[in-house]
């Protein structure tokens, strides 16, 4: 065996910053951390080649004292806790004391400081953990500290580097949780000479999430905000339609500490259960403000992880502030339509004013107007077409360049107008019997002549305050409903798949049907033994199974809802379900229920009558907790009014 010594004192630094420094991203997080230690309200970050040539990180903190800076580099040395009983009670992002030392070990680094106090700042230049220089300088208040060549004197780690966009982005990445955790402070990052993040500090939670994840992120959340057992959890949640495919929106922090936590991520699943699609994952930034005695956060030096004195409590408070704000905030899911409008050259219609149309004037001098010669329909003519052309057949103007076709359907005579595109030609009407009023046409003409036609004994209904309209059913799937000012469409199955599965979680299944014939389903060994320990909940959800044989089961009932299902592949899939949600009784019994309200409910292209969807479509539009399917799909959507009218050109 090897005699056993000592480390060096170089070698065992560089081991310790390991732990501390991995890679520029690492360094960021450290001294940002020690800047709002320091009390600052702007912190400026500055990196070049992804950090690993440059980082500078500018604050308006506290500062240094003068006969202080040497000490605040070497290893444990920290004003943050003072006695052992400060561990179970850490309040500040930094206490260890090891992030200052360890930078310096592996780069080189130049620091300047200045406090309140002082008349003057510091300088003190330290590389590879060797002092350089130090000397009293001209500075603001605050402090800033400019790290260069990171790993120069350790090239071995220069190898697990990344390529310098994929660092810069792993340094955009721990400043974007930062500014979410402190929304306070303002955070500016200039990435090789250009700004890519900047916050406006003014203490809101919207206005930094606005910064840090864009206004399409910000646009689908709701407030959430909730106390349980002395644990407050608040910040902003996703609505279930704007899920992401991974959990890297997913931001939970600890007193202001960015944390990972399976204790957090499990409650925010489970608040999130039955509201969207399977392989969607909820976004949020949560913080969890919880009594410093009852959360070690000395657990590894990073600091990422954190260890709960009562994880279930923490759990239930993650939850139920989650759960609630669900219930309250999210709201049926909009249709925004393309908000262009149509272009001009595209209307197929177009429309003639009343100056335009009395002013057109017949090519003949001396004729009257065409607006003359409507108006005079039922006087005598000033020029009549030969006696041949009978008014009772059917009487010809023109209107612009349309011809109308004015003719009687039946006693009384009524007049009818069509039209139809032609060539301008002079026409001339001749009247045989005209009617005996003194004006027949004076209402149609008041139509064609005037545009601001009054109907004086008219109703009129606002659109916009129709409760409910049935339209109809589209690809005998979707359902169509007016209701104050907004059509919503229906997606039928996900609508009853929702509805029954409230039902069956409420009142469990009511009805069974005993099979006529019992039905055998093989199983792989692991969904043989797993059916089998859970007779029970299959009892409770209406399927009577008993052991047949060595990897079989016979099914003697069924819910009634599912008498015409295929009992063999449902028993496959409840088995395979049983294996995967193991022993948890809730889980078992919600995909039991996912099973039974799916195969029951009614399915797209099925037909049913207009009376029957019209009823149901009240139903769920009445009901605001049914809005999506158990799957997660949404049931119904929006379309309002002022986005069709976008579409129409109508509104801007």
Not at 47 to 62: K, S
Not at 256 to 279: E, H, P
Not at 321 to 333: E, H, I, Y
Not at 363 to 381: D, F, L, M, R, S
């Amino acid at each position: 065996m090897a005699d056993i010594r000592l480390l060096p004192q170089n070698i065992a630094e560089q081991i310790a910053a390991g732990e501390v420094v991995e890679r520029p991203a690492s360094v960021i997080k450290e001294l940002v951390e020690n800047s709002i230690d320091a009390g600052a309200d702007k912190i400026t970050v500055e990196i070049q080649r992804g950090g690993i040539a440059f980082m500078r990180v500018t604050d308006n903190g506290c500062g240094i004292k003068h006969n202080q800076v040497k000490t605040a580099f070497l290893r444990h040395a920290t004003s943050k806790i003072q006695t052992e009983n400060d561990l179970y009670s850490i309040a500040t992002l930094g206490f260890r004391g090891e992030a200052l030392a360890s930078i310096s070990t592996v780069s080189r680094v130049e620091l300047l400081t200045k406090t309140a106090e002082a008349e003057s700042g510091s300088r003190y230049v330290i590389e590879g953990g060797n002092e350089v220089s130090f000397e009293e300088i001209g500075c603001p208040q605050g402090t800033t500290i400019i790290i260069r060549d990171l790993f120069f004197n350790t090239p071995a780690r220069m190898k697990f580097l990344k390529k310098d966009a994929s660092e810069a982005t792993a340094v955009a990445t721990v400043l974007d949780a930062i500014a979410l955790s402190h929304p306070e402070i303002s955070i500016r990052f200039i990435k090789d000479s250009k700004s890519a993040l900047v916050t406006s500090g003014d203490g809101k939670l919207s206005s930094a999430i606005y910064s840090v994840l864009g206004r399409e992120f910000s646009s689908g959340l709701i407030e959430a905000d909730s106390t349980t057992t002395g644990i407050r959890v608040s910040g902003m949640i996703s609505k279930p339609v704007y899920c992401r495919p991974t959990r890297s929106a997913q931001y939970f922090f600890l007193n202001g500490r960015f944390i990972r936590s399976g204790v957090v991520a499990k409650a925010l699943d489970q608040a999130y259960k039955n509201t969207i699609m399977v392989g969607k994952f909820p976004a949020c930034v949560l913080n969890i403000e919880i009594p410093l005695n009852r959360v070690d956060v000395n657990v590894h030096p990073a600091k990422t992880e954190v260890r709960f004195s009562d994880e279930r409590a923490v759990f239930e408070a993650v939850y139920y502030a989650v759960k609630n704000a669900l219930l309250a905030g999210d709201t049926r899911p909009q249709l925004n339509l393309d908000t262009k409008p149509p272009k001009k050259e595209a209307e197929p219609f177009t429309r003639m004013s009343v100056a335009e149309f009395k002013k057109l004037n017949s090519t003949e001098t001396g004729k009257p107007t065409v607006a003359e010669q409507v108006y005079n329909i039922g006087q005598t003519p000033k020029y009549q077409q030969p006696a041949t052309t009978s008014f009772k057949d059917f009487g010809k103007t023109l209107v612009s360049n349309k011809t109308v076709n004015i003719s009687y359907t039946e006693e009384p005579k009524k007049p009818v107008l069509e039209t139809k595109q032609a060539e301008p030609k002079p026409a001339f009407i001749k009247i045989e019997e005209p009617p005996k009023t003194e004006k027949p046409y004076q209402q149609i003409l008041d139509i064609v002549l005037d545009d601001e036609t009054k109907f004086e004994n008219a109703t009129f209904i606002e659109e916009n305050e129709i409760e409910f309209k049935y339209i109809g059913e589209a690809f005998r799937t979707y359902l169509m409903v007016q209701k104050k000012g907004s059509i919503w469409f229906i997606d039928k199955h996900a609508a009853h798949e929702r509805l029954l599965y409230n039902k069956l979680k409420a009142e469990g299944v009511t009805e069974v049907q005993t099979l006529l014939s019992p039905v055998s389903v093989t199983l792989s060994r692991e969904e043989h033994r797993a059916v089998l320990d859970n007779l029970d909940l299959l009892k409770k959800s209406g399927f009577e199974v008993e052991e047949f044989g060595t990897a079989s089961v016979l099914v003697r009932a069924v819910p009634a809802s599912l008498v015409k299902t295929d009992v063999m592949f449902l028993m496959c899939d409840i088995a395979a379900n049983l294996v995967k949600f193991g022993k948890a009784e809730t889980d078992i019994l919600d995909d039991l229920y996912h099973n039974i309200a799916c195969r029951s409910a009614v399915k797209g292209g099925n037909s049913q009558s207009a009376a029957e969807l019209e009823e149901f479509a009240k139903k769920i539009l009445s009901d605001n907790s049914i809005m999506y399917c158990p799957h997660g799909r949404p049931v119904a959507f929006e379309l309002k009014k002022s986005e069709l009218e976008k579409q129409f050109g109508r509104t801007k």
